[in-house]
């Protein structure tokens, strides 16, 4: 990782529900392929546009908490918080400029 950071269960409320700026969040796991492909997309966005949104990465596996509370089912899943709550989510793979429009009103 990069531009992006892992949250935990434990670290999620302070570095996402709390944050003052826009949060997108990858709902991923090690052994998923879709995953692997949105990582780097993830990554150059973060590095673009993190000045506007923050974007995080939570394993799925290792943290059931988060990942039972926002009843995640399918892999990737990108969420984006807006002060504490879900503003939007995505489930599925997307390219770079899918998800530049997608984040539009965020970044």
Not at 11 to 35: I, M, Q, R
Not at 58 to 63: A, G, K, R
Request: aromatic letters at 6%.
């Amino acid at each position: 990782m990069g531009a992006t950071r892992a949250v935990t269960d434990q670290s999620f409320e302070k570095e996402v529900l709390n944050s003052t700026k826009p949060v997108l969040v990858d709902y991923w796991a090690e052994w998923c392929g879709p995953c692997r492909l949105v990582a780097p997309v993830l990554e150059a966005i973060a590095a673009e546009h993190g000045d506007k949104l923050e974007i995080v990465k939570l394993n799925v596996d290792d943290n059931p908490e988060v990942t039972r509370r926002y009843n995640i089912l399918n892999i990737p899943t990108l969420g984006v918080f807006q002060n504490g709550q879900v503003v939007k989510e995505l489930v599925g793979a997307r390219s770079k400029s899918a998800l530049l429009r997608e984040l539009a009103d965020f970044i």
